[in-house]
């Protein structure tokens, strides 16, 4: 009697644990779903490298000798669920039992604990730490601090280390990562990738069943393969690690990648494993090609970063979304949709997002983020926003992004300050303040740029939070040190502007 094997969509790596104890006459299990594809309204490219992928590795699995039992997404028999189709197959091929990889979602973890039928998940070890590893290093402490964490991963796997010591005497070289970019029209793109027979089958699909969610679905062309995305992997080796160090918190209005390396869908899907990722990286500075600060900032970004993400979400339990310590609730403005914003950081941010299903970290962080949290928008909302809009994101990974580190929503258990700045910051990493109809130096008036008046009004409204914290509280020797009629201004300008916002008009 053989056993089914279930293969998520972002499970496409064949050492994956279920396959790994798959026996020769298992079932592989593979749908497209419903369910999956619309809890949230994801962005139409997200599903479309999905399905593309999946039904390509569906192929690959066939090819080395695996039944695979695919269900396309209009399979008439499709319960358009994930139990469902486990039961369905489960009555077909007279299986009991359903073995597959641990999910990256609470969501799918409970339903599929819950089903009327026995179901194994195993660890997914595609991670660098495990589950009780990462309780193991938080138990007992007063601060969860990513740092501290990636110098015990760094140990544990050996990258960029010497014995016991980083390479360069230094854990961390993120003061040499902070330049702003010169637009530059001749530095090399990632490959693109134009649509085969199965891709371009799915873009149909998805345009006519998904045509409606927000965000182009073309032009598509994103790797939907291992092949294609080692080729993205190799490309950023070498032609834009050793620059993504010092530009990679850079924004540019007319460069959406600059030198990122666009890898994290193909990460989080599986084609590629975080391992074989940060250990290029790591060999690109043995033998001399990169800068150490960028192989560092980058391999910190996957093994630190990334890990310490997935340790803070699975810690803390399907309950962390939902948390809101500062008790925001303002709702998502129209802006984040698409609507016209006189805000020319926020306008491209979001319109870049439409486009590609992709923004940097520091464009999610400091611009659609920061707004967010000066502007007081419900951070269930922006959570919400995080996972439908960009393709990498998985609630792992984006959760604790969002609600901890952009929102400050869990109280200071991812950062131990909020990422608030003033339209200085963004002037000083962008070029977007020369484009736009406010002025980043103006600090009241009706000219006066939204993100300064807010940033003050941020403060204010939580001082008795944070006036004590030490990466924060000069900012309020300085706005004590103001005039009365000035704070003024600025408490009522802010207040103003947030009203205009809050009625739906133009801001």
């Not at 997404?73 to 597959?100: C, F, K, M, W």
């Not at 980043?440 to 006066?448: E, Q, R």
């Not at 009629?485 to 916002?501: E, N, S, V, Y």
């Amino acid at each position: 009697m053989p056993n089914l094997i279930l293969i998520l969509g972002d499970q496409l790596s064949h050492d994956i644990a279920a396959l790994r104890a798959a026996a020769p006459d298992d079932i592989i299990v593979m749908a497209e779903v419903m369910a999956e594809a619309s809890y949230v309204r994801h962005h139409p490219k997200k599903i479309a490298l999905i399905f593309a992928a999946m039904r390509k590795f569906a192929a690959e699995l066939r090819d080395k000798g695996w039944q695979v039992a695919y269900t396309e997404l209009d399979d008439p028999a499709n319960s358009h669920n994930i139990g469902g189709e486990l039961l369905r197959r489960a009555a077909e091929y007279n299986a009991q039992d359903v073995i597959t990889t641990e999910a990256g979602e609470w969501r799918l973890i409970d339903l599929l604990t819950h089903l009327p039928i026995k179901v194994r998940q195993l660890p997914d070890d595609r991670f660098f730490a495990t589950h009780v590893e990462f309780q193991d290093w938080a138990n007992d402490r007063k601060e969860l601090r990513m740092e501290w964490f990636y110098r015990q991963m760094r140990r544990k796997t050996g990258l960029l280390m010497e014995d016991d010591q980083p390479l360069g005497g230094q854990w961390n070289y993120d003061h040499d990562n902070r330049k702003p970019a010169a637009p530059d029209l001749f530095h090399p793109q990632s490959p693109r990738f134009a649509p085969d027979a199965i891709t371009q089958k799915v873009l149909d699909l998805v345009q006519d069943r998904f045509g409606d969610n927000f965000g182009d679905l073309l032009p598509f062309d994103f790797a939907t393969d291992r092949k294609g995305a080692l080729k993205v992997l190799d490309h950023f080796i070498e032609h834009s690690l050793d620059l993504f160090g010092p530009y990679q918190d850079a924004m540019l209005t007319d460069d959406p990648f600059l030198h990122h390396s666009i890898l994290s869908p193909y990460i989080n899907t599986g084609l590629l494993s975080p391992s074989e990722v940060c250990q290029a990286a790591a060999d690109a500075y043995q033998s001399g090609k990169v800068r150490l600060n960028s192989a560092e900032g980058f391999i910190r970004q996957i093994l630190g970063w990334r890990e310490f993400m997935r340790g803070i979400y699975f810690l803390e339990g399907p309950e962390y979304t939902s948390r809101n310590a500062l008790g925001h609730s303002r709702d998502l403005p129209p802006l984040y949709w698409g609507a016209e914003t006189r805000m020319n950081c926020l306008s491209h941010a979001v319109g870049q997002t439409q486009h590609h299903a992709y923004a940097h970290h520091i464009q999610r962080l400091m611009i659609t983020g920061n707004f967010a949290l000066l502007a007081g928008i419900d951070p269930a909302q922006v959570h919400g926003w995080y996972l439908e809009v960009y393709i990498d994101a998985y609630e792992w990974v984006e959760a604790p992004n969002t609600i901890g580190m952009s929102q400050f929503a869990d109280g200071g258990l991812v950062g131990s300050k909020p990422y608030v700045s003033s339209g200085n910051y963004i002037n000083k990493m962008s070029d977007y303040c020369k484009g736009c109809s406010y002025s980043v130096t103006a600090k009241t008036g009706d000219k006066a740029c939204p993100f300064n008046l807010l940033y003050w009004d941020f403060l204010i409204r939580h001082r008795d939070r944070f006036q004590n914290n030490p990466r924060i509280s000069r900012a309020y020797v300085t706005w004590d040190r103001m005039q009365d009629d000035k704070k003024t201004a600025i408490r009522a300008d802010a207040a103003q502007f947030l009203d205009r916002m809050q009625a739906g008009e133009t801001v």
